[in-house]
């Protein structure tokens, strides 16, 4: 199975904070990668797919970019509401992986 | 607008067979590329994909769980169902379901648009 290394595993930050996330992967997945974000006793929110392609309603500070094994996901302006989980996942083969997760906090 | 709601039971036994039940609307599993995953995840811990179905009644697991996993969908009820067996107490997670949209040619994984609010499972005598 493909496994995906997120880091940092946690970070804290500010608001109106430029942050990156970075997703690495075992081996090539072309663009076939998916940013979630997690907020407590909620479902994970799709963010971003094919690496870099930003869901429908999702604001535009959030920027996928990579592919291969290096994706990273930006925040460009942290605003109180994006203090969550954020997890990737790839879609390139089955079985689906995740990464073990980023938690932001507010520094 | 897509809605999908998992049903099932809040506690279940060791060696006990737990079933759970996606019920969705707003699209069809009989439509070309449409499937549906379930995913759990642990207190305090990552997400794990468990198993998905799609439009054309193929179905995949995860490699660690799928002796234990079992799929399938009433495309008439829009239901899903996934039945794992022989449950113990570190199977304790939120299940959610979630729908996807697969390449109907390349018929690769896919990302999840939409997901369940998800049902706590614990596992416990």
């Known amino acids: 199975a493909i496994q995906l290394t997120q880091s940092p595993s946690s970070l804290s930050a500010s608001l109106g904070d430029r942050v990156t996330i970075t997703c690495r992967a075992s081996q090539g997945i072309s663009s076939a990668l998916a940013w979630y974000q997690q907020k407590p006793g909620k479902a994970p929110k799709l963010l971003l797919y094919?690496?870099?392609s930003l869901q429908s309603g999702v604001p535009s500070r959030f920027s996928g970019s990579g592919s291969g094994t290096d994706f990273t996901l930006t925040i460009s302006s942290l605003q109180p509401e994006d203090f969550a989980t954020y997890y990737c996942?790839?879609?390139?083969?089955?079985?689906?992986?995740f990464g073990q997760g980023t938690r932001l906090e507010i520094k | 607008q897509v809605t999908l709601r998992e049903s099932g039971p809040a506690l279940v036994k060791p060696t006990q067979t737990l079933t759970l039940t996606c019920t969705f609307s707003?699209?069809?599993?009989?439509?070309?590329?449409?499937?549906v995953s379930w995913i759990r995840q642990p207190p305090g811990k990552a997400l794990e994909w468990l198993a998905l179905i799609d439009w054309d009644d193929d179905k995949y697991y995860s490699t660690s769980l799928k002796t234990r996993l079992s799929i399938s969908k009433d495309t008439s009820k829009n239901q899903v169902v996934l039945t794992m067996t022989n449950m113990d107490p570190v199977d304790t997670a939120s299940y959610y379901c979630?729908?996807?949209?697969?390449?109907?040619?390349?018929?690769?994984?896919?990302?999840?648009?939409?997901w369940g609010q998800g049902t706590l499972v614990t596992v416990s005598s």
């Open positions: 979630a729908r996807g949209a697969r390449d109907v040619w390349v018929r690769a994984p896919t990302n999840f648009d939409s």
């Open positions: 707003g699209f069809s599993l009989s439509t070309s590329g449409m499937c």
């Open positions: 094919d690496a870099s």
């Open positions: 996942q790839q879609f390139n083969n089955f079985p689906i992986t």
